[in-house]
């Protein structure tokens, strides 16, 4: 992984993982034991599915460019639509606590994507090549007046 990928990649994971304990500390204090179980599989789904999503999105990057901006739109609606699906499946479960778990699931998936606009407004990508300084300047062509 280049090093702007592993440097965007630990800029969203670190401040949802900071998140994702503030949310097992909170459930915790309001819903117990069962309330943190839930928190903490929500973070976990939550840090898993966008991970493997920009990962994926980052490799489509660098080998089919043209198709950035598409598989990213697609992207996010299938992990969105994956999210709906778990939180469905699980919303009469016993073993943990369903609500924990779906609002620690779309919290941290917020904060994921906020954190991952912000790392690539700082990234510095360079969208167009740079000159490179070896190269000659075209002669300049008409008359000098």
Request: charged share 20%; aromatic share 18%; glycine share 0%.
């Given at each position: 992984m280049p090093t702007n990928d592993a440097r965007i990649l630990l800029h969203t994971a670190l401040p949802t993982a900071a998140a994702g304990v503030i949310a097992v500390a909170v459930s915790a204090g309001v819903a117990g034991g069962k309330g943190a179980l839930g928190a903490l599989v929500g973070a976990v789904v939550s840090l898993f599915f966008m991970g493997l999503g920009l990962v994926v999105l980052q490799r489509t990057a660098r080998s089919l460019p043209h198709l950035f901006q598409m598989m990213g739109l697609m992207l996010y609606t299938a992990q969105l639509l994956l999210m709906v699906i778990f939180v469905a499946?699980?919303?009469?479960?016993?073993?943990?606590?369903?609500?924990?778990?779906?609002?620690?699931l779309v919290v941290l998936t917020l904060v994921w994507i906020g954190a991952q606009a912000r790392a690539y407004m700082k990234a510095k990508i360079l969208y167009v090549e740079p000159e490179s300084s070896k190269a000659e300047k075209p002669e300049k062509t008409g008359s000098p007046t």
């Open positions: 499946l699980f919303k009469d479960t016993t073993a943990f606590n369903p609500k924990a778990f779906a609002i620690s």
